[in-house]
């Protein structure tokens, strides 16, 4: 006969419900969203802090980490869809496709892509190998989106914008 869920560490911090959960795939942190509109990245070991991401106006409704774990999703009532680095500095990237709000972020299974779904009725799937450039503070033209992404999927999930490297660009 199986055992019956017992407890095994509980999490505080939320200043309003918790609304999504999600377990990075090494099993060292927790991802969590909340009705205060903040995303939390959690350590399971107890003496590492728990960080803190401000960043949505609005409820947090879900949260995913990518399948390596080098990024979390979140989807808010605010309409977006925000990307994260789960470290201390919280570096995120912005994606508005919905006009509603956002229920639902995935990963599909290579980390290459994101879908997300929403109460405007819709569901998106975007490429998001080059949003790991965006989140170093570039907005890349739709020009060069595609030869970005191209680049960036050569290089793999560690991929890095090099001084020398020309790209039609600026600040967001």
């Given amino acids: 006969m199986a055992e019956d869920p017992s407890l095994v560490r509980s999490f505080r911090g939320h200043r309003d419900a918790v609304t999504s959960v999600s377990f990075n795939p090494d099993m060292k942190q927790l991802a969590s969203g909340g009705a205060d509109s903040a995303v939390m990245i959690w350590n399971f070991k107890p003496q590492l802090r728990a960080f803190r991401f ?13 399948p390596n774990g080098t990024l979390v999703a979140s989807g808010s009532k605010d309409c977006s869809v925000r990307l994260w680095v789960p470290t201390v500095r919280g570096d995120s990237s912005v994606i508005k496709a919905h006009s509603g709000t956002v229920r639902s972020v995935d990963f599909s299974y290579d980390g290459r892509r994101l879908c997300t779904a929403s109460d405007d009725k819709t569901i998106k799937v975007s490429h998001i190998a ?3 450039l965006i989140i170093s503070g570039l907005v890349i033209t739709r020009a060069k989106v595609f030869v970005l992404a191209e680049w960036a999927l050569k290089l793999g999930p560690r991929c890095k914008i090099l001084p020398r490297f020309s790209i039609d660009c600026k600040r967001w």
Avoid: T
């Fill in 130 to 132: 080059y949003v790991r």
């Fill in 54 to 66: 401000a960043g949505h106006k609005a409820a947090v409704q879900c949260v995913q980490f990518s």
